[in-house]
Each structure stands twice: as structure tokens, then as C-alpha cells.
């Protein structure tokens, strides 16, 4: 069981950054690879990016790719989204995710434990 709690949500003007955090329980935080997700109102949940296990590797989607980079402290069971060059589009709530799944992992079915979410707004 791993229990995730996001944190460093808030409002931003664009064209500012942000850093998400999200803490997680259980000592077997490093066997996840962890993912970012998020949800506008009105739209399904939106595949962020995601880090290796070993945080050596991270895929992003296109839309936030050369602005939103993801990182992990492994001795502090902590996965980090920093977002710059925000814009009224990235508005939406931020959930941090893990995941056992081998292959690719860009949908949220593949994940196996979620946070409660941060909210970002980002005013223009």
C-alpha cells in the first residue's frame, strides 16, 4: 500500500513556475515508477509525464514537454513536477500517481495508487 500526498498547488500568473511535491508513504516508494496527472473541469484526466523508478528517465507529454520537468528524491520518498512558463491552459488539478504497470503507462487505469490532487490556477 502507498498512500500519496501532493502539495504546492496555488495561483500563478502566466508565464510564472511552480513545483508540486508529492510525499509519499511506505518503504517501496522506489520500486513505483510515479506519473503526473491532470484534470481541467469538464476534460478527462491528462497524462503528465512520468519518472523511472531509479528517476533516470522521464517521458512528457507534448504539451507541457520543454517546460515541465519531473524528479525524485528516493531517500525522501519524493516525486517533484516543476512547471515553468505556466500558461491558462496548464490550469487544471495536479495528481501524482504510482505505478507497478512494465509497459508504457500514459492512461490512468495503469496506475495503481493515486494522491487527492493540488490545484494550480494560472491567471492571465
Known amino acids: 500500500q502507498v498512500q500519496l500526498v501532493e502539495s504546492g498547488g496555488g495561483l500563478v500568473q502566466a508565464g510564472g513556475s511552480l513545483r508540486l511535491s508529492c510525499a509519499a508513504s511506505?518503504?517501496?516508494?522506489?520500486?513505483?515508477?510515479m506519473g503526473w496527472f491532470r484534470q481541467a473541469p469538464g476534460k478527462e484526466r491528462e497524462f503528465v509525464g512520468i519518472?523511472?523508478?531509479?528517476?533516470?528517465?522521464?517521458n512528457y507529454a507534448d504539451s507541457v514537454k520543454g517546460r515541465f520537468t519531473i524528479s525524485r528524491d528516493n531517500a525522501k520518498n519524493t516525486v517533484f513536477l516543476q512547471m515553468n512558463s505556466l500558461n491558462p491552459e496548464d490550469t487544471a488539478v495536479y495528481y501524482c500517481?504510482?505505478?507497478?504497470?512494465?509497459?508504457?503507462?500514459?492512461?490512468?487505469?495503469?496506475?495503481?495508487?493515486w494522491g487527492q490532487g493540488t490545484q494550480v490556477t494560472v491567471s492571465s
Open positions: 500517481a504510482a505505478t507497478n504497470f512494465v509497459g508504457p503507462a500514459t492512461t490512468p487505469r495503469r496506475y495503481d495508487y
Open positions: 511506505g518503504r517501496t516508494f522506489s520500486s513505483y515508477r
Open positions: 519518472i523511472s523508478r531509479n528517476g533516470a528517465n522521464t
